[in-house]
């Protein structure tokens, strides 16, 4: 197998784990089977495994050629309910390949690997449980390898690993191709392709492009721009807020900021933990907003479900908010409407109207992947953005949202000032009941005079 330019640089590489980002049709799945085999041949009693997103996928994007490829060392027919091969090695002996789905990670607890092949890393869920939990000490015994290959979705874990190899980690090495690096693509057709496409799914999809994210929500959003550290309290300067994102079971998470009289949003600090009860949810939020100002300094906005009375303490109807309220928050419903309330924060973040202190760090994660559902795949990337957010790790970004949107007054746009024409115009009124007007020209002397 003669591989090109860019997947030699990779096979070539002498790195324990290796990261690639690729566009669409780069050559990774080729890439990958081919190491496999190679693997496998090269020694006896080696145990070589590949994960796709799901099973189904694993047959779908690999088994077929896998199985073409190696068909001249097959040691016998190939295992097909379990997709795994076992084939002849150089030494005489025999080795075993085997194909599974993400959904399984956690079979592999106690096996022994000499090399793992992760494909589309981006798209597998609680992927740090997996790989760190499941998969990275079946390496262990045999000093094996991993090679991760995906195309990226955002600033998630994909890119965390990639950046390991850009950060010269020991045993790492990252490199990013676009499908324009694969030399038996037509160039002209690609173009074609960028002409049918979103920008966002363009950039993405086949410039392996981390800094954009088709579906991403707050595009707008811009780590340089937005986060930075800022001097508080602002007790004589703004308004104390909080929003407040309830949970019976999974996250409670709030989020307190000011809002000056300009329209400027600074928010100065996050609560987010799991697993508590109302009470002590509430007495922990407490003692962070007390750093800042008064707990009765806060108007508070929170999750407007929370609010109903559904649950009995004693011989009354309670509801999640009365714990809040009893403990002495200064909270109402939240304005809920989610489209307007995510583009009223988006105009924000246009304006540069949104400030977030480096401490709200687990807000900053979550906006990064805040992102519309999924579109059915023959419409991804061609049609307009979907109405319905995608309910995934978004506590604090709802929070923020019943923040910024719920407030009495919502700044508005600070208008560009007018330019200053010369010589100026001022205008006289001069027929009052005709409402018309007529211009007097004065000239400014000029300050190079």
């Known amino acids: 197998m003669e591989f090109h330019q860019t997947q030699e640089i990779v096979a070539k590489s002498k790195a324990r784990f290796r990261v690639v980002d690729c566009g669409r049709q780069w050559g990774k799945t080729t890439l990958a089977v081919w190491e496999?085999?190679?693997c496998a041949y090269s020694k006896k009693d080696r145990r070589v495994r590949y994960y796709a997103t799901t099973f189904d996928q694993a047959r779908d994007i690999a088994w077929s050629l896998l199985k073409q490829i190696s068909n001249p060392v097959w040691a016998k027919e190939p295992n097909e309910s379990r997709l795994e091969l076992t084939i002849k090695t150089q030494d005489g002996g025999t080795s075993q390949i085997s194909l599974e789905g993400w959904e399984s990670v956690e079979r592999a607890r106690g096996q022994q690997f000499d090399f793992l092949v992760l494909d589309e890393v981006s798209k597998m869920r609680n992927f740090k449980e997996g790989w760190e939990g499941a998969l990275l000490g079946t390496l262990i015994f045999r000093n094996g390898t991993a090679l991760f290959i995906s195309t990226p979705a955002g600033f998630n874990h994909f890119h965390d690993l990639y950046q390991n190899g850009q950060k010269g980690l020991e045993g790492w090495a990252s490199w990013r191709f676009t499908s324009f690096d694969n030399p038996f693509l037509s160039k002209d057709y690609l173009e074609g392709i960028h002409n049918d496409v979103t920008e966002d799914y363009w950039a993405q999809e086949y410039l392996a492009d981390f800094r954009r994210f088709t579906g991403l929500i707050y595009k707008e959003f811009d780590l340089s721009n937005h986060v930075h550290y800022f001097d508080t309290p602002y007790k004589q300067h703004g308004d104390y807020y909080l929003g407040l994102d309830f949970a019976v079971r999974g996250y409670t998470a709030c989020i307190?900021?000011?809002?000056?009289?300009d329209g400027h949003v600074y928010l100065m600090d996050e609560y987010k933990r799991s697993s508590d009860t109302a009470v002590n949810h509430a007495e922990n939020i407490k003692s962070k907003l007390e750093k800042y100002n008064t707990l009765d300094s806060f108007n508070g906005y929170a999750d407007p479900a929370g609010f109903a009375k559904n649950q009995q303490k004693?011989?009354?109807l309670w509801s999640i908010a009365d714990e809040y309220l009893e403990s002495g928050f200064g909270i109402v419903p939240a304005n809920n409407e989610v489209m307007a309330g995510i583009n009223y924060v988006r105009q924000l973040m246009r304006a540069n109207k949104i400030h977030i202190h480096p401490r709200?760090?687990?807000l900053v994660k979550e906006i990064l992947q805040y992102q519309w559902k999924d579109q059915p795949e023959k419409q991804t990337g061609q049609l307009e953005e979907p109405e319905k957010v995608r309910k995934?790790?978004?506590?604090?970004?709802?929070?923020?949202?019943?923040?910024c949107y719920s407030k009495p007054s919502p700044a508005e746009e600070e208008e560009k000032p007018r330019p200053l024409v010369f010589p100026a115009q001022f205008p006289l009124r001069v027929e009052e009941e005709k409402e018309e007007f007529k211009y007097e020209e004065v000239d400014f002397p000029s300050v190079y005079d």
């Open 256 to 261: 307190a900021g000011v809002v000056k009289s």
């Open 314 to 316: 004693g011989d009354m």
């Open 360 to 362: 709200c760090e687990e």
């Open 392 to 403: 995934v790790n978004d506590h604090l970004c709802d929070a923020m949202r019943y923040m």
């Open 36 to 38: 496999m085999l190679a």
